[in-house]
Every structure is written in structure tokens, then in C-alpha cells.
């Protein structure tokens, strides 16, 4: 048996842009997606917090230290600059490796700094707003 638990959770990041013309997927810049595990072209559920949307896409990523977060595509429809979004990734564990998970989560303000980490083996390579 396989247990789909959430891997990786960005939460409250705003939306700083849309491209129509782009053919699909969600930029997040390099260092943040990094941080929380997302690899480019992961799978990704994203919830707007703004308008009750939810959708999947990949993830790519952006220029690191940009802060930017930009809907692509057909994305580009479910939301619009200065929305807050939830990005989520999920993966399959073993029941033994279940019980040992921690999804890496990063909450962020409102300059999509991080404002706190949790999770994961590593310790967070930007800045922790307050530290």
C-alpha cells in the first residue's frame, strides 16, 4: 500500500504577474521552490485563496531572489495579480515512511518574503523574516 501524503506547501504567496501567451504552468522563483522541494515540472495543486479556485499545473522556475510568482497560460484565467495562492505538492510513501514524513512548508507575507519554515531535513536557505 502507498499513502499520498502533501511533500511540499507554499502558502499565502501572491500572485505578481500573468502571461496568457505562455503555453502553461506556474513560475516560482528558483530559491523559493528549492526551499520547499518543488523541482521544475513537478505537479503542482494550486488553491486561490482569493476567488475559491483550484487547479493543477507544473511548476517552473523563475529568477531566484525575484519573488515572483506568475500564473502561465490557461492559469492565467483562475486569478490576477495580488492574489493570495496556496501551492501544493503531494508524494507516495510506504506506511513505515508515512509515520517519518514532515512536508516542508514555508508561509509568506505579503512581499512574498518567508515569514516562517517547517519541515523537511534541510534548514531554510533564505532569510526567515524576524530572525
Known sequence: MQLT??????????????????????????????????????????????????????????????????????????GKIGDHVTIMSFARYAPEEATMHRPRIVVLGDKNEILRYEGGDSEPGLKVVGE
Open 5 to 78: 501524503l502533501l511533500k511540499s506547501k507554499i502558502h499565502r504567496a501572491i500572485v505578481t504577474g500573468a502571461s496568457l501567451d505562455y503555453e502553461g504552468s506556474l513560475t516560482i522563483f528558483a530559491d523559493l521552490a528549492e526551499l520547499v522541494g518543488l523541482v521544475p515540472y513537478e505537479k503542482i495543486l494550486v488553491g486561490n485563496l482569493s476567488n475559491g479556485e483550484r487547479f493543477e499545473t507544473y511548476a517552473i522556475y523563475g529568477e531566484a531572489q525575484s519573488g515572483i510568482i506568475e500564473l502561465n497560460g490557461a492559469t492565467a484565467y483562475l
